[in-house]
């Protein structure tokens, strides 16, 4: 099987910063595209940043200038680094990775979040 497990979230001070860590196991042949997701309850989960496999990135224009997603394919790993953070970037983080297992399978993985509290 595959798994996301994510690492760093916490409670940080407004303008302060975190530095999440996802690290995917299992029978993995391939990663694509890895990502970070955030929702909030009774919200969608909305989009925070993405990373390709070449290492383009995509981002919400929430987080532009704020944030970077990373990604370290030695150790299957994709990071978010969140710098001035903001009490509305409060929230549980998801991050997602297309992956091929080593049965030939392709599909979306999800990790099981980790909170992310900034208080003012």
């Known amino acids: 099987q595959v798994q996301l497990v994510e690492s760093g979230g916490g409670l940080v001070q407004a303008g302060g910063s975190l530095r999440l860590s996802c690290a995917a196991s299992?029978?993995?042949?391939?990663?694509?595209?890895m990502g970070w997701y955030r929702q909030s309850p009774g919200s969608q989960r909305e989009l925070v940043a993405t990373i390709a496999g070449d290492g383009s990135t995509k981002y919400a224009d929430f987080v532009k200038d704020r944030f970077i997603i990373s990604r370290d394919n030695g150790k299957k790993t994709v990071y978010l680094h969140m710098n001035s953070l903001k009490p509305e970037d409060t929230t549980v983080y998801y991050c997602n990775g297309d992956i091929t297992s080593l049965l030939g399978t392709t599909r979306t993985y999800w990790g099981q979040g980790t909170q992310v509290t900034v208080s003012s």
């Open positions: 299992g029978i993995i042949f391939s990663i694509n595209t």
